[in-house]
């Protein structure tokens, strides 16, 4: 019976070995090494308070894993980045991912975060919950190939406002490679 859980460092090998799976499956083999090694670096290089990881288990297996790190905005407000996510290849399409992010956001909300942030697919994120946001609400932490997939949803149910000057995301994703 698959169980949704928060990633434990335990599961570090199985995850990584996921992201470099799924990436592999559908980009190629250089950029499943290349995710690979971000979920590798993410985890050895962001602190332990500042990194939410959430994994699908059916029978000791992971199926999915998504992670949100802490996202500094030039305010006080409490925000976290969605990314990266993997599902079992042969998971997608079922839903997975989406009651995985729901996971994710409901405890975040439970935390108190008040913005979730990501970038990615508008068709995608957009059923649970991100919509489009332009840099002049939140700008993004380096350069985007693909503007209009940089996403957000307010976990407080207010309006998103503006946030004047720079952000910082977490150091394994300041990569511009990953933007």
């Not at 079922?94 to 975040?108: C, E, T, V």
């Not at 913005?115 to 059923?127: E, H, L, Q, R, W």
Request: charged content about 15%; overall charge negative; some cysteine.
């Amino acid at each position: 019976m698959m169980q949704l859980q928060h990633f434990n460092t335990s599961q570090t090998e199985w995850v990584i070995a996921l992201f470099t799976r799924v990436f592999t499956d559908s980009e190629g083999e250089a950029e499943g090494l290349l995710l690979g090694q971000l979920v590798s670096d993410l985890i050895a290089t962001t602190a332990p308070e500042d990194l939410i990881g959430c994994v699908a288990v059916d029978e000791n297996k992971v199926l999915g894993t998504i992670f949100f790190s802490r996202f500094q905005l030039p305010t006080l407000m409490s925000a976290f980045l969605l990314s990266p996510v993997a599902i079992a290849t042969e998971q997608q399409g079922q839903g997975l991912g989406q009651r995985l992010i729901q996971f994710g956001l409901a405890h975040l909300k439970e935390m108190g975060a008040e913005v979730a942030i990501t970038y990615g697919d508008p068709n995608f994120y957009s059923k649970v919950g991100f919509h489009h946001i332009s840099e002049a609400i939140i700008q993004a932490p380096v350069p985007l190939s693909h503007p209009e997939g940089w996403l957000a949803q307010s976990l407080t149910g207010r309006p998103i406002r503006h946030h004047i000057g720079a952000t910082q995301c977490a150091k394994a994703l300041q990569n511009p490679q990953y933007w």
